[in-house]
T-cell receptor, first 117, second 111 residues
């Protein structure tokens, strides 16, 4: 079965410090990978998605970047954190099945709670 | 523009009081509608996929239905452990499996 891991679970960082959040998926090959942020309230904002190694699509221009150095590894980074970067960061994976009935379900990791002080 | 709207934002029920959550969508060609459950401080948990109008899916006290414009998540005789935020989402065509999420409905079931 497939498993998705995120770490760290919680993080408190000062403004201006760097950031690195990691996500790894087990039990599947060539997944699509996604980074979301969930701020106060319940909306999920898609930040980046990747359909393969080294392929990153950015949804929202901001202080963050993403990289995919390996098939099942997705990293979210920042060189200098802002207060507005605080939030709950979620990684998700999917394996698109574009057969007769296409499948687009995404499966989420446990999340990282980031507080920028 | 593709859009997903959920209502109500919050719903408070007494244990055993059945109700429904609504998810309205506007997309250019539906390729599935997904329901998730999210507990506080955790990632969303996948519940159902619906593909075509008239389709229904059930899991314990939850039943999801789909029409051409909206989906309903019916909760029958809820229990306190059903308290969570329920999210619906639809995929955007030809964008790497990108999903558009609604803002969610926060359900609270009191004993």
């Amino acid at each position: 079965s497939q498993t998705i891991h995120q770490w760290p679970a919680t993080l408190v960082q000062p403004v201006g410090s760097p950031l690195s959040l990691e996500c790894t998926v087990e039990g599947t090959s060539n997944p699509n990978l996604y980074w979301y942020r969930q701020a106060a309230g319940r909306g999920l904002q898609l930040l980046f998605y990747s359909v393969g190694i080294g392929q990153i699509s950015s949804e929202v221009p901001q202080n963050l970047s993403a990289s995919r150095p390996q098939d099942r590894q997705f990293i979210l980074s920042s060189k200098k954190l802002l207060l507005s970067d605080s939030g709950f960061y979620l990684c998700a994976w999917s394996v698109l099945n574009l057969g007769r009935r296409a499948s687009y379900e995404q499966y989420f990791g446990p999340g990282t709670r980031l507080t920028v002080t | 523009e593709d859009q997903v709207t959920q209502s109500p934002e919050a719903l408070r029920l007494q244990e055993g009081e059945s109700s429904s959550l609504n998810c309205s969508y506007t997309v250019s060609g539906l390729r599935g509608l997904f329901w998730y459950r999210q507990d506080p401080g955790k990632g969303p948990e996948f519940l159902f996929t619906l593909y075509s109008a008239g389709e229904e899916k059930e899991k314990e006290r939850l039943k999801a239905t789909l029409t051409k414009k909206e989906s309903f998540l019916h909760i029958t005789a809820p229990k306190p452990e059903d308290s969570a935020t329920y999210l619906c989402a639809v995929p955007v065509y030809n964008q790497g499996g990108k999903l558009i999420f609604g803002q969610g409905t926060e359900l609270s079931v009191k004993p």
